[in-house]
């Protein structure tokens, strides 16, 4: 009885361990079903996140494009706009622009897609997208603007300094006879030939400043330095000798101009912008009046043959006003620029205006009035350099005289001018804040320069 007992304990201890046995394997398998389970539920979470991951990035470049197109978009109306009503009113644009996409967008995306245009090669010379999709050339803002300032005037600007250099050839030869004609084919008498070459410096400070958005000012000082050689032939009685004197070479101030604008009416599709422009010329120059002569030759009756000043005039001698309108329109690429003036000199007295040495009359000079017209179109060939072509002329009425002795108005005979100049000029910006201005004037009549060569450095501060 005790061996049955003995062997029923040992088979329920193997049944026991058989079926801990089991349900340990059990346990583990379920263990190991949960963990596939889990790993496959992690692969689908990563696969989701990864996908709105792509989804986000593919957004987010969308929004990088569309900020670069809409700020290229932005500069080729900043340089429409910059044409027609000056550089501080479109920067103020520009500006607010700028604040208004900050608070637009979220702060991630607007820093990074600010780095991103700022990054990209933009300027006002390359292919712009509008707003169908189709790429244009717009003109270059600053070269522009550097038209504007030279053929126009560029309103609402900070303070400009400009400095400048002026050179004119001026060379006229005349013959003079003095005698008559015997048997209508044989000159009895003198015949002389006078020539007169001048080499003139003005070296120009100038400074403009805009008032308000359509109210511009502007002072213009020239520094005048003139060498002039008067030549003439027959000199002692001898038709093959040739009396020669050069004159000047000191610099000395000449008129200050003070100026001011005025705008009328802005640009638009159909019509150009228009400004109204004043001047007044103040005698601070040398008067062509009352300068000492060198008598360098006389005939044995003390008849002055050849006399030359001792020194150049630097200005007119008389008050001056101008008033004129100057109008411009932007056809892209090109400016069409024009300005029509009339300038009205008033009457001085001067101690002496007998060109004579020997002789002293007092009396008035009236230089009478001058009318004058510019015409030209500049190309903005990129965003630094521009080109300009101008037709300029100036009438000036004749002058009168009124000597003390007589009180009676002369008209002179001779003085009036016609003075016509092709102009083509360049502006090519070196800076931020400085532009180099180039200009070759010829001239067409024979009251105007041969030539002239003018370079300016206008600095905005």
Same mark, same amino acid.
């Given at each position: 009885?005790?061996?049955?007992?003995?062997?029923?304990?040992?088979?329920?201890?193997?049944?026991?361990?058989?079926?801990?046995?089991?349900?340990?394997?059990?346990?583990t398998a379920a263990q190991r079903a949960g963990g596939t389970a889990a790993a496959a539920e992690n692969a689908q979470d990563v696969q989701a996140m990864a996908g709105e991951l792509r989804a986000?990035?593919?957004?987010?470049?969308?929004?990088?494009?569309?900020?670069?197109?809409?700020?290229?978009?932005?500069?080729?109306?900043?340089?429409?706009?910059?044409?027609?009503?000056?550089?501080?009113?479109?920067?103020?644009?520009?500006?607010?622009?700028?604040?208004?996409?900050? +608070?637009?967008?979220?702060?991630?995306? #607007?820093?990074?897609? /600010? =780095? &991103?245009? @700022?990054? !990209?090669?933009? %300027? *006002?010379?390359?292919?712009?997208?509008?707003?169908?999709?189709?790429?244009?050339?717009?003109?270059?803002?600053?070269?522009?603007?550097?038209?504007?300032?030279?053929?126009?005037?560029?309103?609402?600007?900070?303070?400009?300094?400009?400095?400048?250099?002026?050179?004119?050839?001026?060379?006229?030869?005349?013959?003079?006879?003095?005698?008559?004609?015997?048997?209508?084919?044989?000159?009895?008498?003198?015949?002389?030939?006078?020539?007169?070459?001048?080499?003139?410096?003005?070296?120009?400070?100038?400074?403009?400043?805009?008032?308000?958005?359509?109210?511009?000012?502007?002072?213009?000082?020239?520094?005048?330095?003139?060498? +002039?050689?008067?030549?003439?032939?027959? #000199?002692?009685?001898? /038709? =093959? &000798?040739? @009396?020669? !004197?050069?004159? %000047? *070479?000191?610099?000395?101030?000449?008129?200050?101009?003070?100026?001011?604008?005025?705008?009328?009416?802005?640009?638009?599709?159909?019509?150009?912008?228009?400004?109204?422009?004043?001047?007044?010329?103040?005698?601070?120059?040398?008067?062509?009046?009352?300068?000492?002569?060198?008598?360098?030759?006389?005939?044995?009756?003390?008849?002055?043959?050849?006399?030359?000043?001792?020194?150049?005039?630097?200005?007119?001698?008389?008050?001056?006003?101008?008033?004129?309108?100057?109008?411009?329109?932007?056809?892209?690429?090109?400016?069409?620029?024009?300005?029509?003036?009339?300038?009205?000199?008033?009457?001085?007295?001067?101690?002496?205006?007998?060109?004579?040495?020997?002789t002293v009359s007092p009396g008035r000079v009236d230089l009478g009035n001058a009318f004058n017209y510019g015409i030209g179109v500049a190309f903005a060939l990129n965003e630094r350099m521009s080109?300009?072509?101008?037709?300029?002329?100036?009438?000036?009425?004749?002058?009168?005289?009124?000597?003390?002795?007589?009180?009676?108005?002369?008209?002179?005979?001779?003085?009036?001018?016609?003075?016509?100049?092709?102009g083509i000029g360049m502006t090519y910006a070196l800076s931020e804040r400085m532009t180099f201005v180039g200009n070759l004037g010829i001239g067409l009549t024979p009251d105007a320069p041969d030539?002239?060569?003018?370079?300016?450095?206008?600095?905005?501060?």
């Open positions: 009885m005790h061996r049955i007992n003995s062997g029923a304990l040992l088979a329920l201890v193997v049944v026991a361990l058989a079926v801990q046995s089991s349900a340990q394997a059990q346990q986000l990035k593919s957004r987010y470049a969308d929004e990088v494009r569309k900020l670069r197109e809409l700020e290229i978009r932005l500069q080729a109306l900043t340089a429409r706009v910059q044409a027609q009503e000056g550089v501080a009113r479109v920067q103020a644009l520009q500006q607010q622009a700028g604040a208004a996409a900050a +608070t637009a967008s979220s702060p991630p995306v #607007a820093t990074t897609a /600010a =780095a &991103a245009i @700022a990054q !990209a090669p933009m %300027g *006002g010379s390359e292919a712009l997208i509008g707003s169908e999709g189709s790429t244009r050339k717009e003109p270059a803002s600053r070269s522009v603007e550097d038209v504007l300032q030279q053929q126009h005037v560029l309103f609402n600007q900070p303070l400009t300094l400009e400095a400048g250099l002026n050179y004119a050839r001026y060379d006229r030869k005349q013959l003079t006879l003095n005698g008559f004609l015997a048997l209508d084919a044989i000159f009895l008498g003198s015949i002389a030939v006078e020539r007169v070459a001048s080499d003139t410096f003005t070296y120009t400070l100038a400074a403009r400043k805009g008032i308000t958005r359509d109210i511009s000012a502007s002072i213009e000082v020239p520094f005048v330095q003139r060498w +002039t050689t008067y030549q003439k032939g027959g #000199a002692g009685g001898s /038709a =093959a &000798a040739v @009396a020669e !004197a050069n004159v %000047g *070479g000191d610099v000395a101030v000449g008129d200050v101009t003070l100026s001011s604008s005025y705008r009328l009416f802005p640009e638009t599709p159909t019509r150009p912008e228009i400004a109204l422009n004043a001047s007044v010329g103040i005698p601070t120059g040398q008067a062509p009046y009352g300068i000492s002569w060198n008598v360098l030759e006389r005939d044995n009756d003390n008849f002055i043959r050849f006399a030359v000043p001792t020194r150049q005039p630097t200005g007119q001698g008389v008050w001056g006003v101008n008033f004129g309108a100057s109008m411009l329109k932007t056809l892209d690429p090109a400016i069409l620029f024009a300005n029509v003036g009339i300038t009205h000199t008033f009457a001085r007295h001067f101690a002496d205006l007998d060109t004579s040495p020997d080109l300009s072509m101008s037709l300029a002329q100036r009438l000036n009425g004749s002058a009168r005289i009124r000597p003390d002795a007589t009180g009676l108005w002369e008209r002179i005979i001779g003085s009036d001018g016609n003075a016509a100049t092709l030539f002239s060569i003018t370079a300016k450095l206008p600095f905005v501060l």
